[in-house]
């Protein structure tokens, strides 16, 4: 029986209908466990209501440990998490009717192809809407102008894999643990490691619908060069830095553990930042540190 693991916070206006897409799932065989950041609004009263109407299937988990924001939320309720499979949920969103069913499928036929005790991860496309879920783009993938099945050089600088469509078996859960300090996200640190040491499977169909919204944590914008254009450069570098210091925690923790490859790939990641001008570029191309497009990489070379 997979775990869902919903992490709220002051979503009191969009939580009950993303429960209710849970519990009208095609597959039934699931557990919900939900940890709210310290909302303000009504969604802690909202979640406990479906918790006493659905003992043994949804549990509202408290502890004393105050906000932890994103990532961290997610780490607490991973070590919550005690089944095989883990799927992530948003608490804005919609999920479709079959999802669990055709992601556990998909799970169960790459860990038959990949062998036991592989670390796996499953994600599929999701469709983006507003917030009234009126249909913005089939495709969240395309409207990011991203690609899945990245190799591990190209997964460092950009993540296309997002957590609200993820399932992660045990194995790949035993190796994060958690999601440490300087973990640009959950999602792309569960692709990271999923990559780097076991098996990623992308199922090209929409799952969920993903809701995008003014003031919404999880809110992503169109690619496009006018959405580059109106972005300070301080932001914009900002992520770049943000997106090598990922890199740099990743080797610290996993280091040595890697493969002979992959670790000259992260250390070269991981050196970028203190390295002269021309060898940070030099090190951007010699390892295909690339992103999808090239408005993209332009970008990310004028900024590092």
């Known amino acids: 029986m997979p775990d869902i693991i919903m992490a709220s916070y002051n979503e009191a206006k969009y939580v009950a209908q993303q429960i209710d897409s849970i519990l009208a799932q095609s597959c039934t065989a699931w557990q919900l466990l939900i940890r709210d950041d310290g909302s303000t609004d009504a969604t802690v009263t909202i979640c406990r209501e479906y918790a006493e109407l659905y003992p043994g299937k949804i549990r509202l988990l408290a502890d004393n440990l105050g906000h932890l924001g994103y990532p961290g939320i997610f780490s607490e309720l991973l070590r919550q998490g005690s089944d095989d499979y ?7 969103d919609v999920w479709l009717p079959e999802k669990i069913e ?9 860990e038959k192809e990949a062998g036991p005790g592989v670390p796996a ?6 469709r983006v809407c507003n917030e009234n879920l009126e249909p913005i783009a089939d495709s969240l993938l395309k409207y990011l102008h991203r690609k899945p099945n990245l190799p591990l050089n190209r997964l460092c600088v950009e ?6 469509t993820v399932m992660i078996n045990k194995a790949l859960k035993q190796l994060i643990n958690r999601f440490p300090e300087g973990a640009t996200a ?54 770049v830095n943000r997106t090598l210091r990922q890199c740099e925690v990743f080797y610290q923790t996993y280091g040595d553990r890697l493969g002979p490859k992959h670790r000259k790939l992260l250390v ?15 090190l951007i191309i010699r390892h295909g540190l690339f992103k ?3 408005l993209k990489n332009a970008g990310m070379l004028a900024m590092v």
């Open 159 to 164: 993540n296309p894999v997002y957590g609200h």
């Open 102 to 110: 055709k992601t556990l499928a998909a799970m169960r036929r790459l």
């Open 268 to 282: 070269a990641a991981s050196q970028i930042r203190y390295t002269s001008w021309f060898t940070r570029r030099y």
């Open 121 to 126: 991860l499953v994600h599929t496309d999701s």
């Open 186 to 239: 959950e999602d792309w640190w569960l692709a990271l490691v999923a990559t780097a040491f076991g098996r990623v499977l992308f199922l090209d169909e929409p799952t969920v619908l993903y809701r995008r919204r003014s003031g919404s944590t999880s809110r992503v914008q169109k690619h496009g060069l006018s959405n580059y254009l109106a972005s300070p450069v301080s932001d914009y570098r900002r992520r």
């Open 86 to 92: 883990i799927l992530f949920c948003n608490s804005d």
């Open 292 to 294: 999808t497009g090239l």
